[in-house]
Protein backbone atom coordinates (compact mmCIF):
# COMPACT_ATOMS: atom_id res chain seq x y z
CA UNK A 1 0.00 0.00 0.00
CA UNK A 2 1.22 3.61 -0.48
CA UNK A 3 2.98 5.56 2.21
CA UNK A 4 3.11 9.31 2.53
CA UNK A 5 6.35 10.52 4.03
CA UNK A 6 6.70 14.28 4.90
CA UNK A 7 9.60 16.09 6.63
CA UNK A 8 12.73 17.82 6.66
CA UNK A 9 15.27 16.90 3.83
CA UNK A 10 18.71 18.27 4.75
CA UNK A 11 22.90 18.35 4.35
CA UNK A 12 24.38 16.85 7.15
CA UNK A 13 27.71 17.36 8.86
CA UNK A 14 28.71 14.93 11.10
CA UNK A 15 31.33 14.42 13.60
CA UNK A 16 31.61 11.07 15.28
CA UNK A 17 34.57 9.66 17.08
CA UNK A 18 35.32 7.53 14.21
CA UNK A 19 35.71 10.75 11.78
CA UNK A 20 33.83 13.12 9.79
CA UNK A 21 31.29 13.62 7.08
CA UNK A 22 30.39 16.91 5.29
CA UNK A 23 27.26 17.76 3.86
CA UNK A 24 25.82 14.42 3.87
CA UNK A 25 22.27 13.83 2.10
CA UNK A 26 20.09 13.24 5.36
CA UNK A 27 16.93 14.91 7.41
CA UNK A 28 14.08 12.95 8.41
CA UNK A 29 11.55 12.26 5.53
CA UNK A 30 15.48 11.26 3.39
CA UNK A 31 16.14 8.47 6.33
CA UNK A 32 12.51 7.51 6.67
CA UNK A 33 11.71 7.12 2.44
CA UNK A 34 14.77 5.30 2.02
CA UNK A 35 13.72 2.90 4.71
CA UNK A 36 10.14 2.32 4.08
CA UNK A 37 10.97 1.57 0.33
CA UNK A 38 12.91 -1.60 1.49
CA UNK A 39 9.09 -2.60 2.21
CA UNK A 40 6.83 -0.38 0.12
CA UNK A 41 6.62 -0.25 -3.52
CA UNK A 42 4.91 3.11 -3.55
CA UNK A 43 6.46 5.45 -1.19
CA UNK A 44 5.58 9.41 -2.02
CA UNK A 45 8.20 11.77 -0.76
CA UNK A 46 7.23 15.46 0.50
CA UNK A 47 9.38 17.91 1.13
CA UNK A 48 11.46 20.93 0.44
CA UNK A 49 15.06 21.50 -1.01
CA UNK A 50 17.40 24.34 -2.69
CA UNK A 51 18.81 24.80 -5.90
CA UNK A 52 21.81 23.41 -4.49
CA UNK A 53 20.26 20.14 -3.89
CA UNK A 54 21.87 18.80 -7.28
CA UNK A 55 20.60 16.54 -9.94
CA UNK A 56 22.68 13.56 -8.14
CA UNK A 57 20.55 13.86 -5.25
CA UNK A 58 17.61 13.66 -7.06
CA UNK A 59 18.11 10.84 -9.01
CA UNK A 60 19.42 8.79 -6.33
CA UNK A 61 15.46 9.27 -5.39
CA UNK A 62 14.04 8.19 -8.28
CA UNK A 63 16.36 5.38 -9.01
CA UNK A 64 14.85 4.34 -6.33
CA UNK A 65 11.20 5.06 -7.54
CA UNK A 66 10.65 6.98 -4.82
CA UNK A 67 8.00 9.38 -5.79
CA UNK A 68 9.28 12.87 -5.80
CA UNK A 69 6.46 14.96 -7.48
CA UNK A 70 5.91 16.21 -3.92
CA UNK A 71 9.63 17.80 -3.80
CA UNK A 72 9.80 21.32 -3.51
CA UNK A 73 12.79 22.86 -5.41
CA UNK A 74 13.42 26.41 -4.75
CA UNK A 75 14.95 28.88 -7.10
CA UNK A 76 18.11 30.41 -5.18
CA UNK A 77 16.83 28.58 -2.33
CA UNK A 78 19.29 26.57 0.22
CA UNK A 79 18.85 22.94 1.46
CA UNK A 80 18.50 22.61 5.25
CA UNK A 81 22.01 22.41 6.77
CA UNK A 82 22.37 20.59 10.35
CA UNK A 83 25.78 20.25 12.02
CA UNK A 84 26.70 18.27 14.83
CA UNK A 85 29.22 15.93 17.03
CA UNK A 86 28.18 12.77 18.75
CA UNK A 87 30.10 12.14 22.03
CA UNK A 88 32.20 9.39 23.10
CA UNK A 89 29.15 7.44 24.20
CA UNK A 90 27.42 8.05 21.17
CA UNK A 91 24.55 8.75 22.94
CA UNK A 92 24.53 12.44 23.08
CA UNK A 93 25.48 15.25 20.91
CA UNK A 94 25.92 18.70 20.25
CA UNK A 95 24.30 20.36 17.60
CA UNK A 96 27.11 22.52 16.29
CA UNK A 97 24.98 24.55 13.59
CA UNK A 98 21.03 24.75 12.24
CA UNK A 99 20.58 26.71 8.79
CA UNK A 100 16.56 26.08 7.97
CA UNK A 101 17.17 27.65 4.98
CA UNK A 102 13.98 26.94 2.49
CA UNK A 103 13.04 24.79 5.57
CA UNK A 104 12.25 28.19 7.50
CA UNK A 105 9.14 29.02 4.62
CA UNK A 106 8.17 25.32 4.82
CA UNK A 107 4.98 25.56 3.32
CA UNK A 108 4.13 21.55 2.70
CA UNK A 109 1.46 21.19 -0.56
CA UNK A 110 0.36 17.13 -0.86
CA UNK A 111 -0.09 16.65 -4.63
CA UNK A 112 -3.37 15.38 -6.22
CA UNK A 113 -1.95 12.13 -7.04
CA UNK A 114 -0.89 11.56 -3.14
CA UNK A 115 -4.06 12.22 -1.13
CA UNK A 116 -5.48 8.93 -1.43
CA UNK A 117 -2.02 7.76 0.54
CA UNK A 118 -3.31 4.88 3.14
CA UNK A 119 -0.01 5.26 5.34
CA UNK A 120 0.91 8.52 6.48
CA UNK A 121 4.21 9.44 8.13
CA UNK A 122 4.77 12.76 9.58
CA UNK A 123 8.43 13.08 10.38
CA UNK A 124 9.71 15.48 13.09
CA UNK A 125 8.41 18.84 11.80
CA UNK A 126 6.18 22.07 13.15
CA UNK A 127 3.04 20.33 14.43
CA UNK A 128 1.07 22.95 12.68
CA UNK A 129 2.66 21.92 9.63
CA UNK A 130 2.02 18.07 10.19
CA UNK A 131 -1.58 19.20 10.99
CA UNK A 132 -1.77 21.02 7.64
CA UNK A 133 -0.34 17.92 5.67
CA UNK A 134 -2.99 15.65 7.74
CA UNK A 135 -6.02 18.10 6.11
CA UNK A 136 -4.76 17.37 2.83
CA UNK A 137 -5.10 13.22 2.53
CA UNK A 138 -8.79 12.23 2.05
CA UNK A 139 -8.81 9.24 4.08
CA UNK A 140 -5.81 7.87 5.71
CA UNK A 141 -5.79 4.56 7.52
CA UNK A 142 -3.49 5.47 9.90
CA UNK A 143 -1.27 8.35 10.46
CA UNK A 144 2.45 8.38 12.18
CA UNK A 145 4.06 11.24 13.70
CA UNK A 146 7.72 11.67 15.07
CA UNK A 147 8.42 14.81 17.43
CA UNK A 148 10.87 16.30 19.25
CA UNK A 149 11.70 18.38 22.93
CA UNK A 150 11.87 21.54 20.25
CA UNK A 151 8.59 21.25 19.84
CA UNK A 152 7.44 19.57 23.10
CA UNK A 153 9.58 22.76 24.84
CA UNK A 154 8.17 25.59 22.31
CA UNK A 155 5.10 24.15 21.19
CA UNK A 156 3.22 22.55 22.94
CA UNK A 157 -0.23 23.48 22.66
CA UNK A 158 -0.09 23.01 18.96
CA UNK A 159 1.47 19.58 19.32
CA UNK A 160 -1.23 18.55 21.47
CA UNK A 161 -3.49 19.70 19.10
CA UNK A 162 -1.76 17.25 15.77
CA UNK A 163 -1.31 14.47 18.64
CA UNK A 164 -5.10 14.76 18.68
CA UNK A 165 -4.98 13.26 14.64
CA UNK A 166 -2.48 10.95 14.98
CA UNK A 167 -2.77 7.08 15.42
CA UNK A 168 0.88 6.53 16.30
CA UNK A 169 3.21 8.66 18.08
CA UNK A 170 6.97 7.28 18.38
CA UNK A 171 8.87 9.21 21.01
CA UNK A 172 11.69 9.12 22.49
CA UNK A 173 11.87 8.14 26.32
CA UNK A 174 13.21 11.49 27.43
CA UNK A 175 10.56 13.53 25.18
CA UNK A 176 7.96 11.30 26.57
CA UNK A 177 8.86 11.83 29.94
CA UNK A 178 8.48 15.56 29.36
CA UNK A 179 5.68 15.78 26.99
CA UNK A 180 3.80 13.95 29.69
CA UNK A 181 5.79 15.46 32.74
CA UNK A 182 5.31 11.93 34.43
CA UNK A 183 8.71 10.01 35.17
CA UNK A 184 7.32 6.87 35.07
CA UNK A 185 6.83 5.12 31.26
CA UNK A 186 4.21 3.43 32.07
CA UNK A 187 2.33 6.26 33.60
CA UNK A 188 3.71 8.71 30.89
CA UNK A 189 2.03 6.58 28.24
CA UNK A 190 -1.21 6.52 29.79
CA UNK A 191 -0.88 10.40 29.47
CA UNK A 192 0.09 10.60 25.77
CA UNK A 193 -2.37 7.95 24.59
CA UNK A 194 -5.09 10.13 26.30
CA UNK A 195 -3.95 12.95 24.21
CA UNK A 196 -5.07 11.45 20.98
CA UNK A 197 -2.53 8.39 19.53
CA UNK A 198 -3.90 5.00 20.69
CA UNK A 199 -0.61 3.51 19.66
CA UNK A 200 2.47 4.71 21.26
CA UNK A 201 6.01 3.69 20.62
CA UNK A 202 8.45 4.99 23.42
CA UNK A 203 12.28 4.70 21.91
CA UNK A 204 14.99 3.97 24.64
CA UNK A 205 17.79 4.13 22.71
CA UNK A 206 20.48 1.25 23.17
CA UNK A 207 17.63 -0.27 25.46
CA UNK A 208 14.88 -1.22 22.85
CA UNK A 209 11.77 0.32 22.57
CA UNK A 210 8.35 -0.30 24.02
CA UNK A 211 4.37 -0.37 22.13
CA UNK A 212 1.96 0.47 24.17
CA UNK A 213 -1.82 -0.04 22.80
CA UNK A 214 -5.08 -1.23 24.21
CA UNK A 215 -3.55 -4.92 24.30
CA UNK A 216 -0.74 -3.92 26.55
CA UNK A 217 2.80 -3.72 26.50
CA UNK A 218 5.32 -4.83 24.09
CA UNK A 219 9.47 -5.01 24.71
CA UNK A 220 11.28 -4.87 21.62
CA UNK A 221 15.31 -5.23 22.48
CA UNK A 222 18.07 -3.57 20.75
CA UNK A 223 20.68 -5.41 19.30
CA UNK A 224 23.80 -4.86 21.46
CA UNK A 225 26.03 -3.45 18.80
CA UNK A 226 29.63 -3.87 19.09
CA UNK A 227 30.68 -0.97 16.55
CA UNK A 228 28.46 1.96 16.08
CA UNK A 229 29.87 4.65 13.62
CA UNK A 230 26.65 7.16 13.34
CA UNK A 231 23.46 7.20 14.70
CA UNK A 232 22.24 10.16 12.56
CA UNK A 233 19.08 9.17 11.47
CA UNK A 234 18.31 5.98 12.76
CA UNK A 235 14.90 6.86 14.59
CA UNK A 236 13.81 8.46 11.44
CA UNK A 237 14.87 4.76 9.98
CA UNK A 238 12.87 2.85 12.61
CA UNK A 239 9.93 4.68 11.60
CA UNK A 240 10.59 4.02 8.05
CA UNK A 241 10.92 0.20 8.14
CA UNK A 242 8.03 0.09 10.71
CA UNK A 243 5.89 2.03 8.49
CA UNK A 244 7.12 0.11 5.51
CA UNK A 245 5.89 -3.31 7.24
CA UNK A 246 2.71 -1.96 8.07
CA UNK A 247 1.63 -0.71 4.81
CA UNK A 248 3.48 -3.91 3.40
CA UNK A 249 1.04 -5.90 5.59
CA UNK A 250 -1.75 -3.49 5.35
CA UNK A 251 -2.96 -3.89 8.97
CA UNK A 252 -2.00 -2.68 12.17
CA UNK A 253 -3.04 -5.70 14.27
CA UNK A 254 -0.73 -6.68 17.37
CA UNK A 255 1.21 -8.98 15.24
CA UNK A 256 1.48 -6.68 12.93
CA UNK A 257 2.95 -3.83 15.04
CA UNK A 258 4.96 -6.20 17.07
CA UNK A 259 7.01 -7.62 13.74
CA UNK A 260 6.91 -4.12 12.51
CA UNK A 261 8.90 -2.82 15.48
CA UNK A 262 11.22 -5.67 14.96
CA UNK A 263 11.58 -4.31 11.08
CA UNK A 264 12.33 -1.01 12.01
CA UNK A 265 14.98 -1.79 14.97
CA UNK A 266 16.93 -4.10 12.10
CA UNK A 267 16.77 -1.08 9.51
CA UNK A 268 17.93 0.83 12.46
CA UNK A 269 20.96 -1.56 13.37
CA UNK A 270 21.93 -1.20 9.42
CA UNK A 271 21.62 2.79 9.61
CA UNK A 272 24.43 3.22 12.39
CA UNK A 273 26.96 0.75 10.46
CA UNK A 274 28.01 3.59 8.12
CA UNK A 275 27.92 7.60 7.96
CA UNK A 276 24.86 9.28 6.65
CA UNK A 277 22.43 7.10 5.05
CA UNK A 278 25.36 5.35 2.54
CA UNK A 279 23.67 1.55 4.47
CA UNK A 280 20.52 2.33 3.73
CA UNK A 281 21.41 2.28 -0.28
CA UNK A 282 22.88 -0.94 -0.69
CA UNK A 283 20.80 -3.16 1.03
CA UNK A 284 18.97 -6.45 -0.28
CA UNK A 285 16.62 -8.25 1.25
CA UNK A 286 18.41 -10.98 2.49
CA UNK A 287 20.15 -9.26 4.70
CA UNK A 288 17.02 -7.66 6.10
CA UNK A 289 15.41 -10.60 6.47
CA UNK A 290 18.67 -12.39 8.15
CA UNK A 291 18.88 -9.02 10.85
CA UNK A 292 15.26 -8.99 11.48
CA UNK A 293 15.84 -13.06 12.06
CA UNK A 294 18.40 -11.71 14.68
CA UNK A 295 16.72 -9.65 16.49
CA UNK A 296 13.83 -12.52 16.53
CA UNK A 297 16.54 -15.02 18.29
CA UNK A 298 17.57 -12.83 20.73
CA UNK A 299 14.70 -12.18 22.48
CA UNK A 300 12.90 -15.07 21.75
CA UNK A 301 11.82 -18.10 23.94
CA UNK A 302 11.03 -21.24 21.77
CA UNK A 303 10.78 -24.62 23.59
CA UNK B 1 18.18 -30.62 42.96
CA UNK B 2 20.15 -29.50 46.04
CA UNK B 3 20.77 -25.62 46.01
CA UNK B 4 23.74 -24.21 48.21
CA UNK B 5 23.32 -20.93 49.34
CA UNK B 6 26.12 -18.28 50.20
CA UNK B 7 26.18 -14.51 51.14
CA UNK B 8 25.76 -12.10 53.55
CA UNK B 9 22.69 -11.94 56.23
CA UNK B 10 21.90 -8.50 57.39
CA UNK B 11 18.83 -6.14 59.06
CA UNK B 12 18.62 -3.52 56.61
CA UNK B 13 16.85 0.18 57.21
CA UNK B 14 15.82 1.37 54.30
CA UNK B 15 14.32 4.88 52.82
CA UNK B 16 12.78 5.26 49.95
CA UNK B 17 10.18 7.92 48.32
CA UNK B 18 7.43 5.68 49.94
CA UNK B 19 8.67 5.45 53.32
CA UNK B 20 11.07 3.70 55.82
CA UNK B 21 11.83 0.67 57.10
CA UNK B 22 13.56 0.01 60.16
CA UNK B 23 16.21 -3.64 60.51
CA UNK B 24 14.28 -5.54 57.89
CA UNK B 25 15.79 -9.13 57.50
CA UNK B 26 18.14 -9.06 54.71
CA UNK B 27 21.44 -9.41 52.78
CA UNK B 28 21.93 -11.18 49.60
CA UNK B 29 21.43 -14.92 50.74
CA UNK B 30 18.08 -13.90 52.55
CA UNK B 31 16.71 -12.98 49.37
CA UNK B 32 18.43 -15.67 47.06
CA UNK B 33 17.56 -18.07 49.47
CA UNK B 34 13.86 -16.86 49.66
CA UNK B 35 13.67 -16.60 45.95
CA UNK B 36 14.96 -19.91 45.37
CA UNK B 37 13.01 -21.61 47.44
CA UNK B 38 10.23 -21.50 45.63
CA UNK B 39 11.69 -23.89 42.19
CA UNK B 40 13.88 -26.14 45.04
CA UNK B 41 13.03 -27.88 47.90
CA UNK B 42 16.28 -28.25 48.54
CA UNK B 43 17.39 -25.17 49.64
CA UNK B 44 20.95 -25.10 52.28
CA UNK B 45 21.68 -22.11 53.58
CA UNK B 46 25.48 -20.78 54.66
CA UNK B 47 26.28 -17.51 56.38
CA UNK B 48 26.83 -15.29 59.90
CA UNK B 49 24.52 -13.13 62.00
CA UNK B 50 24.68 -12.85 65.92
CA UNK B 51 22.50 -13.49 68.90
CA UNK B 52 20.12 -10.30 68.41
CA UNK B 53 19.20 -12.16 65.22
CA UNK B 54 15.99 -13.58 66.83
CA UNK B 55 14.53 -17.02 66.83
CA UNK B 56 11.37 -15.65 64.80
CA UNK B 57 13.95 -15.34 62.18
CA UNK B 58 15.31 -18.04 61.95
CA UNK B 59 11.91 -19.90 61.87
CA UNK B 60 10.92 -17.94 59.06
CA UNK B 61 13.83 -20.10 57.08
CA UNK B 62 12.79 -23.14 58.43
CA UNK B 63 8.85 -23.14 58.10
CA UNK B 64 9.93 -22.88 54.21
CA UNK B 65 12.03 -25.93 54.76
CA UNK B 66 15.35 -23.54 53.71
CA UNK B 67 18.31 -25.82 55.33
CA UNK B 68 19.70 -23.55 57.85
CA UNK B 69 22.42 -25.71 59.36
CA UNK B 70 25.23 -23.94 57.76
CA UNK B 71 23.71 -20.77 59.80
CA UNK B 72 26.39 -19.80 62.23
CA UNK B 73 25.09 -18.15 65.32
CA UNK B 74 27.59 -16.02 66.69
CA UNK B 75 27.02 -15.46 71.03
CA UNK B 76 27.61 -11.79 72.05
CA UNK B 77 28.03 -10.79 68.13
CA UNK B 78 25.93 -8.35 66.21
CA UNK B 79 24.27 -8.95 63.00
CA UNK B 80 25.52 -7.25 59.96
CA UNK B 81 23.12 -3.84 59.65
CA UNK B 82 23.48 -1.79 56.33
CA UNK B 83 21.10 1.19 55.67
CA UNK B 84 21.03 2.98 52.61
CA UNK B 85 18.61 5.88 50.94
CA UNK B 86 17.00 5.83 47.54
CA UNK B 87 16.68 8.76 45.31
CA UNK B 88 13.66 9.91 43.42
CA UNK B 89 14.49 7.84 40.47
CA UNK B 90 15.23 4.39 42.06
CA UNK B 91 17.81 4.04 40.20
CA UNK B 92 20.38 5.02 42.69
CA UNK B 93 21.23 4.88 46.07
CA UNK B 94 23.17 6.54 48.91
CA UNK B 95 24.24 3.93 52.08
CA UNK B 96 24.00 5.65 55.10
CA UNK B 97 25.73 3.35 57.22
CA UNK B 98 27.02 -0.16 57.19
CA UNK B 99 27.95 -2.05 60.31
CA UNK B 100 30.20 -5.12 59.17
CA UNK B 101 29.76 -6.59 63.04
CA UNK B 102 29.62 -10.53 62.79
CA UNK B 103 30.23 -10.43 59.01
CA UNK B 104 33.95 -9.15 59.44
CA UNK B 105 35.21 -12.35 61.06
CA UNK B 106 33.20 -14.91 58.57
CA UNK B 107 34.62 -18.03 57.98
CA UNK B 108 32.02 -19.79 55.84
CA UNK B 109 31.80 -23.73 56.77
CA UNK B 110 30.11 -25.91 54.77
CA UNK B 111 28.28 -28.33 56.63
CA UNK B 112 29.03 -32.55 55.73
CA UNK B 113 25.22 -33.03 54.84
CA UNK B 114 25.94 -29.52 52.38
CA UNK B 115 28.82 -30.76 50.14
CA UNK B 116 26.98 -32.62 47.95
CA UNK B 117 25.18 -29.65 46.33
CA UNK B 118 24.80 -29.59 42.93
CA UNK B 119 24.58 -26.06 42.13
CA UNK B 120 26.40 -23.21 43.98
CA UNK B 121 24.99 -19.45 44.25
CA UNK B 122 27.75 -17.49 45.48
CA UNK B 123 26.07 -14.25 46.57
CA UNK B 124 28.18 -11.02 46.74
CA UNK B 125 30.80 -11.72 49.79
CA UNK B 126 34.44 -11.22 49.71
CA UNK B 127 36.06 -13.11 46.64
CA UNK B 128 38.18 -14.59 48.97
CA UNK B 129 35.32 -16.02 51.20
CA UNK B 130 33.96 -17.30 47.66
CA UNK B 131 36.82 -19.12 46.60
CA UNK B 132 36.70 -20.86 50.27
CA UNK B 133 32.84 -22.17 49.39
CA UNK B 134 34.09 -23.62 46.38
CA UNK B 135 36.94 -25.65 48.30
CA UNK B 136 34.64 -27.38 49.78
CA UNK B 137 31.92 -28.57 47.66
CA UNK B 138 33.26 -32.03 46.45
CA UNK B 139 31.44 -32.08 42.28
CA UNK B 140 28.82 -29.28 41.60
CA UNK B 141 27.32 -29.27 38.20
CA UNK B 142 27.25 -24.81 38.14
CA UNK B 143 28.74 -22.28 40.00
CA UNK B 144 26.79 -19.10 40.30
CA UNK B 145 28.72 -15.99 41.25
CA UNK B 146 27.51 -12.20 42.16
CA UNK B 147 29.94 -9.60 42.82
CA UNK B 148 30.30 -5.92 43.05
CA UNK B 149 31.90 -3.14 42.53
CA UNK B 150 33.02 -3.12 46.16
CA UNK B 151 35.61 -5.55 45.12
CA UNK B 152 36.35 -4.86 41.50
CA UNK B 153 37.93 -1.62 42.84
CA UNK B 154 39.41 -3.19 46.04
CA UNK B 155 40.28 -6.48 45.43
CA UNK B 156 40.63 -7.27 41.87
CA UNK B 157 43.32 -10.11 41.57
CA UNK B 158 41.44 -12.00 44.28
CA UNK B 159 38.50 -11.56 42.11
CA UNK B 160 39.99 -12.73 39.13
CA UNK B 161 41.05 -15.48 41.00
CA UNK B 162 37.66 -16.24 41.68
CA UNK B 163 36.15 -16.31 38.46
CA UNK B 164 38.44 -18.51 37.44
CA UNK B 165 36.14 -21.64 39.13
CA UNK B 166 32.86 -19.59 38.48
CA UNK B 167 30.49 -21.27 35.73
CA UNK B 168 27.89 -18.08 35.96
CA UNK B 169 28.48 -14.37 36.50
CA UNK B 170 25.71 -12.32 37.47
CA UNK B 171 26.71 -8.68 37.19
CA UNK B 172 25.21 -5.33 36.23
CA UNK B 173 26.04 -2.57 33.66
CA UNK B 174 27.90 -0.50 35.29
CA UNK B 175 30.20 -3.26 37.23
CA UNK B 176 30.55 -5.06 33.62
CA UNK B 177 32.23 -2.08 32.38
CA UNK B 178 34.22 -1.69 35.27
CA UNK B 179 35.60 -5.30 35.62
CA UNK B 180 36.19 -5.38 31.57
CA UNK B 181 37.51 -1.48 31.59
CA UNK B 182 35.22 -1.53 28.28
CA UNK B 183 32.70 0.53 27.59
CA UNK B 184 30.51 -1.30 24.90
CA UNK B 185 29.14 -4.41 26.90
CA UNK B 186 29.43 -6.73 23.76
CA UNK B 187 33.00 -6.33 24.27
CA UNK B 188 32.69 -6.38 27.87
CA UNK B 189 31.31 -9.51 27.83
CA UNK B 190 34.10 -11.29 25.89
CA UNK B 191 36.39 -9.72 28.27
CA UNK B 192 34.70 -11.47 31.22
CA UNK B 193 33.89 -14.55 30.04
CA UNK B 194 37.39 -14.75 29.13
CA UNK B 195 38.44 -14.52 32.99
CA UNK B 196 36.15 -17.74 33.56
CA UNK B 197 32.44 -17.42 33.36
CA UNK B 198 31.53 -19.79 30.14
CA UNK B 199 27.90 -18.06 31.53
CA UNK B 200 27.31 -14.31 31.52
CA UNK B 201 24.15 -12.75 32.58
CA UNK B 202 24.45 -8.66 32.66
CA UNK B 203 21.76 -7.23 34.48
CA UNK B 204 20.48 -3.43 33.51
CA UNK B 205 18.17 -2.43 35.79
CA UNK B 206 14.69 -1.15 34.23
CA UNK B 207 15.66 -2.19 30.71
CA UNK B 208 16.51 -6.10 31.81
CA UNK B 209 19.21 -8.46 31.01
CA UNK B 210 21.63 -9.91 28.62
CA UNK B 211 22.43 -13.28 28.18
CA UNK B 212 25.77 -14.32 26.83
CA UNK B 213 26.35 -17.97 26.15
CA UNK B 214 28.74 -19.77 23.20
CA UNK B 215 25.50 -19.68 21.62
CA UNK B 216 25.36 -15.81 21.45
CA UNK B 217 23.10 -13.29 22.86
CA UNK B 218 19.98 -13.38 24.34
CA UNK B 219 17.60 -9.80 25.53
CA UNK B 220 15.11 -10.06 28.05
CA UNK B 221 13.27 -7.20 28.96
CA UNK B 222 12.05 -5.76 32.31
CA UNK B 223 8.28 -5.64 33.03
CA UNK B 224 7.78 -1.77 32.66
CA UNK B 225 6.54 -1.21 36.55
CA UNK B 226 4.11 1.33 37.50
CA UNK B 227 5.58 1.33 41.10
CA UNK B 228 8.01 0.57 42.63
CA UNK B 229 8.24 0.53 46.98
CA UNK B 230 11.55 -0.76 47.82
CA UNK B 231 14.59 -2.16 44.70
CA UNK B 232 16.49 -3.74 47.56
CA UNK B 233 17.23 -7.46 47.24
CA UNK B 234 16.09 -7.27 43.72
CA UNK B 235 19.17 -8.43 42.27
CA UNK B 236 19.58 -11.51 44.65
CA UNK B 237 15.82 -12.16 44.32
CA UNK B 238 16.74 -12.36 40.30
CA UNK B 239 19.86 -14.69 40.92
CA UNK B 240 17.55 -16.51 43.01
CA UNK B 241 14.90 -17.24 40.96
CA UNK B 242 17.47 -18.03 37.87
CA UNK B 243 19.41 -20.89 40.17
CA UNK B 244 16.16 -22.29 41.48
CA UNK B 245 14.83 -22.72 37.96
CA UNK B 246 18.20 -24.26 36.82
CA UNK B 247 17.97 -26.41 39.69
CA UNK B 248 14.37 -27.69 39.33
CA UNK B 249 15.50 -28.43 35.75
CA UNK B 250 18.59 -29.92 36.38
CA UNK B 251 19.96 -28.37 33.05
CA UNK B 252 21.38 -25.52 32.07
CA UNK B 253 20.91 -25.58 28.15
CA UNK B 254 20.03 -22.09 26.44
CA UNK B 255 16.36 -22.90 26.85
CA UNK B 256 16.78 -23.50 30.42
CA UNK B 257 18.49 -20.15 31.00
CA UNK B 258 16.36 -18.17 29.06
CA UNK B 259 13.16 -19.19 30.71
CA UNK B 260 15.37 -18.91 34.22
CA UNK B 261 16.21 -15.02 33.53
CA UNK B 262 12.74 -14.71 32.95
CA UNK B 263 11.63 -16.78 36.11
CA UNK B 264 13.97 -14.73 38.56
CA UNK B 265 12.90 -11.09 36.56
CA UNK B 266 9.88 -12.03 37.30
CA UNK B 267 10.82 -13.08 41.13
CA UNK B 268 12.55 -9.15 41.27
CA UNK B 269 9.15 -7.51 40.07
CA UNK B 270 7.32 -8.79 43.03
CA UNK B 271 10.55 -8.41 45.61
CA UNK B 272 10.23 -4.13 44.36
CA UNK B 273 6.45 -4.04 45.63
CA UNK B 274 6.93 -4.18 49.27
CA UNK B 275 9.70 -3.21 51.74
CA UNK B 276 12.57 -5.86 52.26
CA UNK B 277 11.52 -9.69 51.64
CA UNK B 278 8.21 -9.18 52.81
CA UNK B 279 6.44 -9.94 49.21
CA UNK B 280 8.49 -13.09 48.46
CA UNK B 281 6.98 -14.42 51.62
CA UNK B 282 3.58 -14.87 50.43
CA UNK B 283 3.81 -15.40 46.75
CA UNK B 284 1.76 -18.40 45.45
CA UNK B 285 2.96 -20.86 42.40
CA UNK B 286 -0.44 -19.72 40.17
CA UNK B 287 1.01 -15.99 40.38
CA UNK B 288 4.59 -16.76 39.80
CA UNK B 289 3.58 -18.17 37.14
CA UNK B 290 1.35 -15.56 36.04
CA UNK B 291 4.04 -12.69 36.14
CA UNK B 292 5.80 -15.31 33.99
CA UNK B 293 3.47 -15.65 31.27
CA UNK B 294 3.20 -11.68 31.55
CA UNK B 295 6.90 -11.40 30.90
CA UNK B 296 6.56 -13.55 27.93
CA UNK B 297 4.06 -11.57 26.20
CA UNK B 298 5.97 -8.83 26.93
CA UNK B 299 8.70 -10.13 24.48
CA UNK B 300 7.08 -12.40 22.12
CA UNK B 301 6.24 -12.99 19.21
CA UNK B 302 4.07 -15.48 18.12
CA UNK B 303 2.56 -15.77 14.60
Not at 53 to 76: A, H, K, P, T
Not at 102 to 117: G, R, S, T, W
Amino acid sequence: MSVLVVGSIAFDTIETPFGRSDDTLGGSSTYIALSANYFSDNVNLVGVVGSDFGDQNLRLFQSRDINIDGLQVIEDGKTFRWAGKYHYDMNTRDTLDTQLNVLADFDPVIPHQYQQCKYVCLGNIDPILQRKVLGQISRPKLRICDTMNFWIEGMLDELKKTLEEVDLLVINDSEARELSREPNLVKAARVIRNMGPKILIIKKGEHGALLFTDNGVFAAPAYPLESIYDPTGAGDTFAGGLIGYIAKQDDFSELTLRKGILYGSAMASFCVEQFGPQRLLDLSHLEIEDRFQSFLDLSQIND
